[in-house]
């Protein structure tokens, strides 16, 4: 596999194609995953009219004046709902704040399971009504494809084809449109900030939406570092550190980053909305016995997706 590109699949392949296309798809992904980390998605399911319309309605909502939008942001929530103000999210390794803000919509449960009890309410806007009705739209149709990859991720593994279904199941899924905000003065700066600092991802896998500018680029295996950019009717799709933690680093969760423009275009705005699919808080992710051998002995200790998840708000101050 070349390490200068990232490769691309064709979901419909997997969800409505022959044998042999379900079992290139999956090995197409899979060997992706393990070379880069990272793919790009095609036919991924979500449709484009749905896309426009929760831009248009976050893209209104960052367009608000910074006190009117500050009355969605509860610092009591670790970011986890809400508005999430400029500069206040940092990389794991970096105290510089991020030069973006976000909202996070979660997971939404509809069938009575009792695990709604570990859930904060979602926060949603009296002044753009759209952010409810199209971005709950948007999260269920992300988190539908991700399903999919996921059974496609586990033929990879040798796991039985459901395997992370239920663990999924009202997993603590978050969607987070991003506002990559402009800036007027680049003299004004801090020092070492970025749009997105490099990091690696918490969940399983990330499903992002093309962005409404380039800046995403991704470190190879070879230290070099290429560029995120799929069309505009793709999307790409990323290992988080829950899925390369269970896999003992067969599935590779790799750094990535958010650069900023040119001097002369500091002031033009970035949107994304990545959807960051995460499981139920019980899932165990110790690492899968078939993923340790004598060439490979175990990575990490036995934890389980919900203390890991609070160890990482910690460490990029979401959380105290």
């Not at 197409?28 to 980390?37: C, T």
């Not at 006190?67 to 509860?74: F, G, I, N, P, S």
């Not at 940092?90 to 991020?98: I, W």
């Amino acid at each position: 596999m070349s390490l200068e590109a990232i490769p691309t699949v064709d979901l419909k392949d997997y969800r409505e194609g022959s044998p042999a296309q379900k079992a290139a798809f999956v090995k197409a992904l899979g060997d992706s995953f393990s070379g880069i980390g990272f793919a790009i998605v095609s036919n991924h399911g979500v449709p484009d009219t749905l896309i426009d319309q929760a831009y248009g309605a976050f893209q209104r909502f960052f367009a608000l004046p910074d006190e009117v939008k500050a009355q969605y942001e509860d610092p009591a929530l670790a970011g986890q709902r809400g508005y999430t103000s400029k500069g206040r999210e940092h990389a794991k390794n970096s105290n510089v704040g991020d030069l973006k803000e976000f909202f996070h919509i979660g997971q939404i449960v509809e069938d009575g399971d009792p695990i709604r009890q570990e859930y904060p309410d979602n926060i949603f806007v009296d002044e753009e009504p759209g952010i409810e009705e199209y971005g709950v739209k948007l999260y269920q149709a992300l988190e539908t494809s991700g399903k999919y990859l996921l059974r496609a991720i586990a033929e990879y593994l040798d796991l039985p084809v459901n395997y992370f279904d239920g663990k999924v199941h009202n997993g603590n899924s978050i969607l987070r449109p991003i506002h990559y905000y402009g800036i007027e003065n680049p003299d004004a700066v801090p020092e070492g900030a970025v749009r997105a600092a490099e990091h690696e991802d918490i969940n399983l896998i990330t499903l992002l939406i093309g962005a409404s500018a380039e800046g995403l680029q991704v470190k190879n295996a070879e230290g070099k570092w290429i560029a995120a950019n799929p069309q505009p009717n793709q999307i790409v799709i990323n290992v988080g550190d829950m899925l390369q933690r269970l896999t003992n680093n067969r599935l590779a969760s790799t750094t990535h980053r958010v650069v900023n423009p040119p001097r002369a275009r500091m002031h033009e705005p970035r949107y994304s909305m990545p959807f960051f699919l995460h499981p139920r808080s019980d899932m165990d992710l110790t690492c899968l016995a078939s993923c340790i051998d004598a060439q490979h002995p175990k990575l990490y200790s036995d934890m389980t997706a919900g203390e890991y998840l609070d160890e990482r708000l910690r460490e990029i101050g979401l959380k105290k």
